[in-house]
């Protein structure tokens, strides 16, 4: 087969979502991989002897690894956050419409469709980051089988190499004085193997932030310092009916937001899971390792993927907000005040601002807006007055508020956000070609489908 009746296949003949999910599993072993085995293993890219204790699975695959193909591994990066198409955005105009940023839809939903969490991608040529684009040509981008080799394209324009190897993490790494405590968690003796890909969602938990000006504007609610008595923070002059009427504290509205980015990571990773099913691979679906270090917030133990790394903030109120990953210049960064991409919080404010209302943004007042020169949802007179409409821009108070509180963060605790790192990767899959030898030597019939031990067929 070609990858075009590959394609084909994907889309017209794999089973229905229902159907998948009577069968759906994390199936841990794949082809190279060993477990409860009594043997020691050098990891074939860091070097590191592992050693596993012998137990009643005992299994040591016969098999050489089998990467996925660059098909395969497109297909799942666009089940996981790929385009298709425009956004509804059918909020009220006056329900905060303007808590929605992009019109750029994608596979997965995220709150105010930030698209903050793209796809860190690991496998046997290195790193990657799958950030697809925001341009769309219609409001359903894959409608016919002439739209499927689209899903190669974007998997081809939106990946971006950030390592020619594989990051030097595995189940050995251990912290000086502590040999027995397992960084990277105890369950993971297979981590990052040859023949693997890890998909990884990773978070920009800060972006999200944005959402202070609906916050502001529209639910009336400002932020108090509950370490400092309660006291407003820094938004005292705004504070009066019809403005900021309803305080919360900065420790709850921060947890929110955190949590609200996490669940797109959830949708990416069950949308994974489903295409994997749905090909016969193996989706090993975990979360309890050590993101920080992989992303190299300890390079005295592993350099990881060389992220830039603040130094610790001891005025940060609380341990979890003490540390700041940034990321990578122009590839993907944090969002958090002081940094090297905002400097003060006027500065982040006005991006903001000017990525949605200025040049090229879907609400600019200008011939080149987003709805005008791209793509819109709606038909063409609604285009025009919702453009046009006097609500879908808040009042310029809202913009001084929450520079004010930014600031008064920044002042007062050395960073914004206070309570959190923005970078976050702490719940991902690793996708493998199965080894059905371990299942058919120690488990009962059903948990290798015919898709998995027929999948040569069609993937090979």
Request: charged share 20%; net charge negative; with cysteine.
């Amino acid at each position: 087969m070609t990858d075009k009746d590959r394609l084909k296949h994907a889309f017209d003949e794999t089973p229905s979502v229902f159907k998948l999910l009577t069968t759906i599993r994390s199936r841990r072993v794949g082809l190279g991989y060993r477990i409860d085995s009594g043997t020691s293993i050098r990891h074939p890219a860091t070097g590191r002897t592992l050693t596993q204790a012998q137990g009643p699975l005992k299994f040591v695959s016969a098999k050489e690894p089998k990467p996925l193909t660059r098909l395969e591994e497109a297909l799942i990066a666009w089940a996981g956050c790929g385009p298709n198409g425009l956004v509804a955005w059918d909020i009220s105009m006056d329900g905060g419409f303007h808590e929605l940023t992009w019109i750029a839809g994608r596979t997965c939903p995220s709150p105010g469709n930030s698209l903050a969490t793209d796809l860190l991608i690991i496998n046997d040529s290195g790193a990657y980051i799958y950030k697809p684009t925001k341009s769309r040509s219609a409001p359903i981008e894959i409608q016919s089988e002439a739209d499927y080799d689209k899903v190669l394209k974007w998997y081809d324009e939106g990946l971006i190499q950030i390592l020619d190897q594989r990051p030097d993490i595995d189940f050995a790494i251990r912290a000086p004085g502590a040999p027995n405590a397992t960084l990277m968690g105890p369950y993971q003796f297979n981590m990052n193997m040859p023949g693997s890909t890890w998909f990884l969602p990773l978070s920009d938990s800060g972006w999200l932030n944005s959402v202070l000006i609906n916050m502001f504007d529209f639910w009336h609610s400002y932020l108090i310092d509950e370490w400092n008595g309660g006291r407003p923070a820094g938004t005292e002059k705004w504070i009066k009916e019809g403005m900021l009427e309803l305080p919360n504290t900065i420790a709850a509205s921060e947890q929110g937001i955190l949590q609200s980015e996490s669940y797109p990571v959830g949708c990416m990773v069950q949308n994974m899971r489903l295409a994997c099913e749905a090909m016969g691979l193996g989706a090993w679906v975990y979360c309890g390792f050590s993101p920080n270090i992989l992303m190299g917030s300890m390079p005295e133990i592993a350099r990881g993927l060389g992220f830039q790394v603040e130094a610790p903030n001891p005025r940060a109120p609380v341990s979890t907000g003490q540390e700041k990953i940034f990321g990578i210049e122009g590839v993907k960064e944090a969002t958090y005040v002081p940094s090297p991409r905002f400097k003060s919080a006027e500065q982040l404010v006005n991006f903001w601002y000017e990525e949605k209302y200025g040049t090229g943004g879907p609400l600019a007042q200008s011939a080149d807006n987003y709805l005008r020169a791209i793509g819109s949802p709606w038909k063409k007179d609604e285009t025009e007055q919702i453009i046009t409409h006097p609500r879908n821009r808040p009042p310029e108070w809202v913009r001084e508020a929450i520079i004010a509180y930014i600031e008064y963060c920044v002042n007062n605790f050395g960073q914004w956000p206070v309570t959190y790192n923005p970078m976050q990767a702490r719940f991902g899959c690793v996708v493998h070609n199965v080894d059905v030898d371990f299942y058919d030597t120690h488990y009962k019939e059903g948990y290798i489908t015919d898709r998995i031990r027929n999948r040569g067929k069609t993937w090979s």
